[in-house]
């Protein structure tokens, strides 16, 4: 008997000799189920496809998140989740009210599911009271997932100091079905309210992967940066218990965010009702419930592609409750959720948002026409005389999609978070929308200007803003970034850019004609239902 335990336990000892991590993997307790994760061999530990929330199928379908339900046993959270169902903007050259590819995920309607990344050692025991970060993906509402993310690439420019989560959230139709049969029966802006599902969820269970929930910061690019905008104006500035106390917007998105039971909201849902075959159902929301996946996600496709060009159908509504009335005003109030605030933008935001073979018939006027059918002659007539100056015809085009929708609105939440907030602007060329991504996400695409002195001063901004919600806290004090100014203290921004190949970070004034040109869009965001 001696005999064979000492073969047993030398057996033992050549496998984790030969496989040293064999029985590294940690373990976590949620309480509603436990997850086995992995260690990466430089000793951060990754928790994948966790549940955060039930399947939001059948009679759950267009409701408010549940808790995920009770699973005993340990389950493996070392696969990415399948994303859920995705979409792409419109493509159409006239507005009846650019397709980006997604990764090869499944897309299924079950995905309410999130990452987590966090400094430990090998076997997987993790730092205590780190910061957290929660990264919230972008796409237009339409499109995205979690598992194009590594997000090993922002923990390493944090110096390890800080937790990761990267969350998704119901998407498109599924997540935003807009009028006034869902609020009767249903949850509006479903997908926001997973986002802050999931941010209660890092709330109740962080600490056990070595987080401190008095220490999160929000961050995301485009709509993800748009969700940060709607999470910090959520429930009136409101929210309770404190979810976070940075904010993070990489180009802040904020398309026309109607009332739910506005016309245009009345006529998507009139749209999707057709396309699934309820219109003559007695009760719209029980057949849309019923109706199969796949012929939501048909319809889904299928209307937001017929969307005037680089516009999204499918987005967040003001409900009344959880988004309690158009964002640009309660920032104005300065009715926000948040302590301090970093924005970045980048130089040319609407460009890709803009049909660039359109050149020879493009007009300003009749493009803000177009982008925001509330208009009239005398508002856009003051757009033609604020862009005549720009350019060609269809550089103020790719202007005033930009400023709209993306630079505009992150002066609006900038100036809600006075003495508190920081701006910097992303220029390297061409400096279009999404440009800036592959800098903080390595793994997600190379980045074109390989300067490790402007990639480490640049990703660094992110990390060190959310240590401390401070920029100038460097987490690596030789970076080459100067003394940085809140942007209320003369309307200075940080400029990261290069010339001839050589980085050049300084601080800069914002142009006041732009300024001017966000005045006259907060003076009409009535009328763009911003």
Known sequence: ??????????????????????????????????????????????????????????????????????????????????????????????????????AEVVSTEDCLFLNVYYPSDAAGTPVKNLPVLVWIHGGGYLAGQASAYNGEDVIDQSNRGIVLVIIQYRLGVFGFLPGAEVKKNGALNAGLLDQDFALRWVNQHITKFGGDPSKVTIWGESAGAGSVLQQVVA?????????????????????????????????????????????????????????????????????????????????????????????TLSLLQRKVNGEALLSVTNTFEGTDFVNQGTGVTANATQYALDLFPDFGPSQASKVGSLYAGLGTALFQENAIQGESIFICPTYFILRAFPGASFKAEFAIPPGLHANDVAYYWPTLSTPPFQNTKFINAFAQIFTSFAISLDPNVKIDPATITPRWKKWDAGHTEMLFNETAGVPLVAPVKTSEALLERCRFWDSVSNLTAQ
Do not use: W
């Not at 000892?13 to 309480?31: E, F």
């Open 235 to 327: 429930n009136g500035g409101k929210t309770e218990p404190q979810l976070f106390r940075g904010a993070i917007t990489s180009s802040t998105f904020l398309p026309s965010q109607y009332e739910y039971n506005d016309h245009i909201p009345e006529l998507l849902f009139s749209e999707v009702v057709a396309q699934t075959n309820c219109t003559t159902a007695a009760d719209s929301m029980a057949c849309l419930r019923s109706a199969d996946a796949n012929s939501l996600q048909t319809a889904n496709t299928q209307i937001n592609n017929d969307g005037f060009f680089g516009t999204f159908l499918f987005v967040p509504v003001v409900d009344g409750s959880f988004i309690t009335q158009r964002p």
């Open 1 to 102: 008997m001696l005999l064979r335990q000492q073969l047993i336990k030398l057996v033992s000892a050549v496998a984790v000799a030969l496989c040293p991590r064999a029985q590294s993997a940690p373990i976590v307790d949620l309480g509603y189920t436990q997850y086995q994760g992995t260690v990466s061999a430089t000793n951060i530990s990754n928790f994948l496809a966790i549940r955060y929330a039930a399947a939001p199928l059948g009679d759950l379908r267009f409701r408010a998140p549940q808790p995920p339900a009770n699973i005993t046993g340990v389950q493996q959270a070392t696969i990415q989740p399948n994303q859920c169902f995705q979409a792409s903007n419109g493509v159409s050259s006239t507005n009846p009210l650019e397709a980006r590819a997604a």
